[in-house]
């Protein structure tokens, strides 16, 4: 099992100071009104969207907008089918619109560097290019704030004893985040374990053999758990390299281009976060929190903290 993908190491110092201008105004604004606070309003659910729209050049005032769509995309059957479809709508008209500006008027944003890159491919379908983006979208915002508020709450509820550690090191912070993403999923769903994929051709696994075109549920999950390759307890090692290279973030094709960032992101949250807050701790019992489940992620809808 390995990493296929791993953005060039230039990729991630590109945008490293973004990012930690970013962590460091919110943390600024979540700290001066004083304690308590809810680290999911004013920290883990802001900090992705706020890079992403800085990074795609997104207007900051259409940031509420965005979040909105990202629950609708991650719907679950909660949630009337309408409204879904509706919401689904608006915001593949508002993408379809901000390629259409962005191709008349390029800048140096990410958005701008996709729109220019398909253009010259020249066979791209636009309405492929505007679901490539709205993926972008809502993927750069749910899951790096599902995975970074289940961190914290892991962190500050199971392991208060590595807080310190993680805000006074930041190359401990980086070993907690690879361990992290790889340990705890972005979501538990019984009904549909997996991503669902379609082999391209026949394929063998453990023995059966999977025709074409069939559809199976990749359980990324359980693969970070194979006993043969990951010992058990795996978070117990927090600090450690991980024994092989994690799938959290898919494979091949499959792979997620924004690994890179989702990982700058965490380890950047969490070692500043601790750094600032080295006595940070939850105000409610574990209990009473609130949980929100999307059809691929749950996450704490609510983190009340004090320090």
Known sequence: MTNLIE????????????VAAVVDRLLDDLVRPGPPVDLVA??????????ITR??????????????????????TERDPDDVTRAMKD???YTAQLVSTRRRDPGDDLLS?????TDREGDIPEHQLVHLLCGLLVAGQETSATALANAVFYLLTERPDAWRRIGADETAAALATERLLHSIPLGINPERPGSLLRTA????????????????????TAASQDPHVFPPHSLSR???????????????PHFCPGAWLARLQMQLALHRLAARLPNLHL???????????????RSPLHLPAAW
Do not use: C, K, M, N
Request: proline share 8%; charged share 20%; aromatic share 10%.
């Open 7 to 18: 953005a060039p190491p230039a990729a991630t110092e590109q945008w490293r100071p973004l």
């Open 42 to 51: 004013g920290y883990t659910r802001l900090l992705p969207t706020t890079v």
């Open 55 to 76: 990074i795609l050049d997104i207007p900051g005032e259409d940031r509420e907008r965005l979040w909105h769509w990202a629950e609708f995309g991650f719907a679950t």
């Open 91 to 93: 915001f593949t008209a």
């Open 113 to 117: 560097t996709i729109v220019q890159a």
């Open 201 to 220: 051709e026949d394929v063998e696994l453990g023995g059966v053999t999977i025709p074409a075109g069939d559809i199976v549920a990749a359980d990324r």
């Open 238 to 252: 927090l600090f450690t390299p991980l024994e092989a290279g994690t799938l959290a973030f898919g494979a091949g």
């Open 283 to 297: 105000t409610t019992p574990t209990t009473a929190i609130t949980w929100r489940h999307g059809t691929s992620t």
